[in-house]
């Protein structure tokens, strides 16, 4: 499997908008939540894009064999001013997307590292990244991985 990491471009708009679409109707299925059509998707590409340009930001593309199967999007963010300053500046992985058919060969953890890395370059020392509470797997692949619980979100519908 030659797996190879690239920084996305306009050309990849299709492919990535795909993925994400997949996601939203994976997560829908856990949250109840999420837009099942491809417009969702395409909404929140564009964005996804406009928020990553004003945090350094970029989307991060896993093509095997030239074929796009995974996407991770990563920014620079700071936390508020009541966090400590060694550490208020942090990378983020804003998303975390392996193609179905792709799981559970190492394409998200490559992903992560990719976000350590990309972290590390910035001189910063924290990496953040969210999951839904329903979704374990990916839960469970963040844990292995060494990410610890740090806040919780609630809701509640009203």
Do not use: C
């Not at 949250?31 to 996804?48: F, H, Q």
């Not at 990563?74 to 966090?83: K, T």
């Amino acid at each position: 499997m030659g797996v190879t990491l690239r920084t996305a471009g306009p050309a990849d708009r299709g492919a990535i908008i795909e993925l994400i679409h997949k996601l939203n109707v994976f997560e829908a299925d856990l949250t109840g939540d999420r837009r099942r059509d491809i417009g969702g998707a395409r909404d929140y590409y564009d964005e996804l894009l406009q928020r990553l340009a004003g945090r350094q930001g970029r989307i991060v593309l896993a093509e095997a064999d030239g074929i796009p199967v995974a996407a991770m999007g990563f920014s620079i963010d700071q936390d508020a001013a009541y966090v400590t300053d060694d550490v208020r500046r942090h990378g983020t992985v804003t998303d975390l997307i392996v193609h179905e058919d792709w799981r559970g060969r190492g394409i998200g953890q490559m992903l992560l590292r990719e976000a350590e890395r990309l972290t590390r370059e910035a001189g910063l020392r924290r990496l953040m990244i969210g999951a839904l509470v329903a979704n374990e797997r990916a839960e469970r692949t963040y844990r292995d991985f060494g990410f610890e619980p740090y806040v919780s979100y609630m809701v509640k519908a009203l």
